[in-house]
């Protein structure tokens, strides 16, 4: 059984900084790409960051230069450190993974059960 446990999330003041984490567990064999999600109320959930296995990351416009991504492979982890938050940084925050896992050998899309990040004006 593969799943994704986020940690972090929680209420902050505008200008403040959060850091998430999530870690992949199960029987797996490889994990690409791992990545972050968020959904505010009445919005489609939206990319935020993503990170490949050889490293390349990719962001939203709306969080360059704010946001880092980063993943320790060894570990199955990917972490999202939020530095000068917006309130329209509120949203739910979902890990995402593409998992190739053992018994049976497949690839299969996994997501987090959701974080909420709130930041406060």
């Known amino acids: 059984q593969v799943q994704l446990v986020e940690s972090g999330g929680g209420l902050v003041q505008a200008g403040g900084s959060l850091r998430l984490s999530c870690a992949a567990s199960g029987n797996i064999v490889s994990i690409n790409p791992m990545a972050w999600y968020r959904q505010a109320p009445g919005k489609q959930r939206e990319l935020v960051a993503a990170i490949t296995s050889a490293g390349s990351t990719n962001y939203a416009d709306s969080v360059k230069g704010r946001f880092t991504i980063s993943r320790d492979a060894a570990k199955n982890t990917v972490s999202l450190q939020m530095n000068s938050l917006k309130p329209e940084d509120t949203a739910v925050y979902y890990c995402?993974?593409?998992?190739?896992?053992?018994?049976?050998?497949?690839?299969?899309?996994?997501w987090g059960q959701g974080t909420q990040v709130t930041v406060s004006s």
């Open positions: 995402f993974a593409n998992i190739l896992r053992r018994m049976p050998l497949r690839s299969d899309d996994y």
